[in-house]
Every structure is written in structure tokens, then in C-alpha cells.
């Protein structure tokens, strides 16, 4: 039996509803703080994770998705060179309803031309093999039949053009009906690297440069998708996981590098968890400082570490000598100790940084979001820039972070964009599920009526039945002719329907029909077009 691949799970119902109840509930929220959505594609180059998230962090050094999109053969490429240097006799082109009809015999691109007392039918392809010869030869036989008009009773004669270095690496080099010609000229796009990505704040940069989106100044977008990481699953980590994440980015003079956005995104944050009812999260704060302060902030991170480095993790050692920050991403329990004794960024942050820290802390005073400094907290991504934060929640355990963001205001000019500062944060939707204090069933909208038909020919007259009361927006399940009444009673009970409706021949013929409601019991007969505000009214 094939089952789901490890770390990844179905999401079926009614746990759905939970999912759906989330996401409506967000981007309400989103809405109401003027957020639009965006969709970027699931992968990327994988170098746009290597420069943003980082080389030396967890995810990109261990936990990518990457594989090698091999090279690709561009025929049209050597088709175009090709007819360049053979124009004068190239009389059928590309797109002509006559090679359409050659296609479905797996030749994508061909060309014919006239030569000596014959014409020539040619096609490119990346490799010499028996089955592109053979391709020819049949299309040939099509080509003769179909169109003698246009060719008259000149040969036909076929040629295979490839690039030039697959023909000397090929054992065919003449066949007796195929002319082989290799053609000068490099016609392989070269293989990219690709990585599912692991986090979306990249791919939102790449596509901020790349359609240029300081045009409209002050960019608020928000994203909501799967994001896949190779980590050891546990309760709340998946190597499938989903995130809701939001991005305000845009020129400085839009004004994104204010304290008013951290701000502003750090009490949406708040809002969107009370307004969920999630009780007890904590906003866990700290300021990373910029790069200035990291690179001074790094080296007495260096000393510090010297001495003691060798007690601790492979992982450590080696952080210690390429990004000594990343140390405290370590989860090694013998290491804790040593790490709580490290110097703390805030000790290195310069006078802006810290003045936009505070500025943070006092807006989020003023509107009432509560927070708890924590000045171990750094993050496991490299982007981050000043504010960073972590809203935990004592449900999840081990995993315990719901939420992570901060600002990362040089990202984009290190993916080769404009100054573009920015901060955002993303949920693990998968862990806001596990910590709401609700049950499917309370966010589910049961069927508001069952419908029971009863008998031959009955399940025409509770189609027609239901489509009527849909179009009220009255939730309604259906049942079948062939079931006993028994059998539908017992089945609407189960679906938790309001009501269950008889649609039997006496009720057709009368236009009045039995509704029984399941809670009280009651059963009256109500007139067709009285059903709708009946069940409605509950
Ligand atoms: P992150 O801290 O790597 O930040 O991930 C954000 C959240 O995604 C975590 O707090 C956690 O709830 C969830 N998460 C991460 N890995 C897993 C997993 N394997 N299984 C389940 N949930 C997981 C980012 O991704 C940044 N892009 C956030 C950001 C946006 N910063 C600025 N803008």
C-alpha cells in the first residue's frame, strides 16, 4: 500500500474546517489592515534561498528540497540558426497547417526545403536515436501519401540535423535513408538548480524587484501556502507545513523603514490571535541590530567562543568559524549552558538601532500589546535586520513557536534589488490549528435539511427540491430513492442535520411535504413555497 511520504499528511475533513475557518478569519483581518494577497510559485532557483536565508543556516544546509532540472534541449533555437544559413531553400515554415499534421508522430519542429530534383524534409532533435530515424521515415510515408499534390513526384528525402557535438559522439553517422548533419552552435540551456521553497519572504523579494514594485510605494501583501523544509517530523513539525505570512516592503520613502510598520504588524498579530481565541501566546521581542553592529557584535561572539567551542556540538564548531550568530539555533542540551554565558546583541546595538527598538516598544505600549524582551532571540534565518520576534504558545511543546518575523532591511539589495526595507513575519498554520481552543465541529456549518425521498421516481422530485433550497443558501444533504425511511433518519441524525424533509408521492402530488425537526421532533407539513423561510427560521 503507498501511503503518504513521511512529514507530509491529508488534511480531511472536519479538520478542514478548522483550516478554512483560519484562513477566512485571517484574511478578514489582512483586509481590514489593507494586506493583498500574493502567489508566488512553490519553487525557485535554489541560489535565491543560498543569498537570502543563507548558506550556513539550518534550512538551507540541511533541510532543501533541491534537485537538478537537467538541461534542456531548445530545437527552435537550431531550427532558427539552421533556416538562417539555409533560407534560400526553405519553402515550408514552421506553423503551416501541413506540419501541424506531422507533430503527433512526436516531431516537434521541421522545416522542408528544396534541393535537386527533390525536396527535403528536415527535423532537429537533441540526440541521433533509432527512434527520431524512425519518426522520419513515417513521416515521410504520411507526408507522400497526403500531399502528393504540393511535392509531384519528386523523392523525398529526410535529414536529421543535431548539434554538431552529438555527432562525433555518436556511432550513427550515415544512414542510408537519413542524411545526418550536425550543425555548429551550443543549443542546450544549461541546468539550474531548483529548491521547493522553504519559506516565502524570499520568493515575495524576488518578485518585489522583479516587477518592480517600488513603483507603487508602500507594498503590504500577504501569502498563504505550503512551504517544505527536510526536518524530523514531530507533533507540529512537517517537512509539508503551511504558512500565513505577511510582507510590508517599499522604498525607504514610502515609509517602510519606520517603527510604526513593526509596529503596526506585530498588534495585526495580536488582533488576529485574540480574534481566532487563542489564549496565552507570548510576543517574545528583540532587535538584531544591523550590520554594522552584527560585525562587531560577531567578533566578541568569536573570542567568547574560543575557549569553550570545543565542548560543544559538531554543528557549533562549525558555526563558530563561518557565522558564530547561528550558534544560538542550537537545540544540543549540553550546549545550553554554554550559550546562556555568550555576550547578547543588545549590548552592540548603535544609536539608530536602538533608538528604532525603543521606538517599537513604546507604540506597542500605547496600543496595549503585550511583550517580553528576550535578547537570546536571533532567529534561524541570516535576513533579519533590527526588530525580530516569536509569538510561543505553551500548547505546542517542544515546538512551541507559532509565528516568526522581523525585518530584514537589506534583503533585497543582496538579491541585487533596489534599497527596499521591509518586515513580515509568517504563521505555521499547522501549529495555530493545533493551539485553537475550538473543535471542528463548533466552526463546521452542519446540512441545515436532509432530504428524504421516498420511493420510485422520488430522487427527480428532491433533486429539484434541493436546488430550490440551495439557491436560499440553505445547507442541504441528499439522500436516495432506494433508502427506507429508517436508514435516512439514521443518516441525517448522523450528518447533524436540522431537519429532515419526506419527499414522497402523496407529498409531490399534494405540494406540501412532512419536515421534521431532528432536535425538538416536531413534524409539520409545510407547503412548497413556505419550506425555505420554514427551515431558515430554524
Ligand atoms: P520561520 O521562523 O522559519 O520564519 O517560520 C515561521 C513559522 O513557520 C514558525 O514559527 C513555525 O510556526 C512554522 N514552521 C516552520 N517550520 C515548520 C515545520 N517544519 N513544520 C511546521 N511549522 C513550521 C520564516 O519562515 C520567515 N519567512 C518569516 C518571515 C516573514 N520573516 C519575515 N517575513
Known sequence: MIKAVRGTRDLLPPETALWNF??????????????????TPIFEETQLFARSVGEETDIVAKEMFTWDDGERFEDKKLLEAWSKENEDRVFF?????????????GIQRQIWRKATNSVEFVCFRPTISSESIAALVKARTVARSQYSQEFGHHPIRLRLVVPDKVVSNSPWVKTEDVEIEGFPGNYFSSSQSLTLRPENTAGVVRAYIEHR??????????????????????KGRYRQF????????????????????????????????DRLGVENWMLQLNSVGCPNDRAAYNEALRKALEPVVGQMCA?????????????????VPADQPIIETLPRISQFLDEPCRRHFEQ??????????????????VRGLDYYSRTAFEFTHGALGAQNAILGGGRYDGL?????????????????????????????DAVQRKPDVYIAPL??????????????????????????????????FEIASKLGARFILIVGENEVKAGAFALKNLESGEQVSVPRPELPRKILAG
Open 360 to 377: 517599537v516598544q513604546e507604540i506597542l505600549k500605547s496600543v496595549g500589546v503585550e511583550f517580553q524582551l528576550n535578547d537570546r532571540l
Open 22 to 39: 483560519v484562513e477566512a478569519a485571517v484574511r478578514d483581518v489582512f483586509r481590514a489592515y489593507n494586506f493583498h494577497e500574493i502567489r
Open 93 to 105: 515554415q514552421e506553423g503551416m497547417p501541413f506540419l501541424t499534421s506531422i507533430k503527433p508522430l
Open 455 to 488: 420511493g420510485t421516481g422520488m430522487d427527480r422530485e428532491a433533486a429539484r427540491l434541493a436546488r430550490e433550497l440551495r439557491r436560499h443558501d440553505i445547507v442541504v444533504d441528499l439522500g436516495d430513492e432506494t433508502f427506507r425511511l429508517k436508514k435516512s
Open 315 to 331: 554543528d557549533c564548531q562549525r558555526r563558530a568559524v563561518t557565522n558564530p550568530l547561528r550558534v544560538f539555533d542550537c537545540k
Open 242 to 273: 503551511y504558512q500565513i505570512g505577511a510582507e510590508i516592503i517599499g522604498p525607504p520613502s514610502a515609509g517602510s523603514e519606520s517603527p510604526a510598520r513593526d509596529a503596526e504588524i506585530l498588534e495585526l498579530l495580536a488582533t488576529l490571535l
Open 412 to 440: 533585497s539589495e543582496s538579491l541585487g534589488g533596489p534599497s527596499a526595507p521591509g518586515i513580515g513575519f509568517a504563521i505555521g498554520e499547522d501549529r495555530l490549528v493545533l493551539a485553537l481552543q475550538k473543535s471542528a
Open 213 to 234: 514594485l517600488w513603483d507603487r510605494g508602500l507594498n503590504k501583501l500577504y501569502y498563504v501556502g505550503p512551504q517544505f523544509r527536510r526536518e524530523r517530523p514531530q
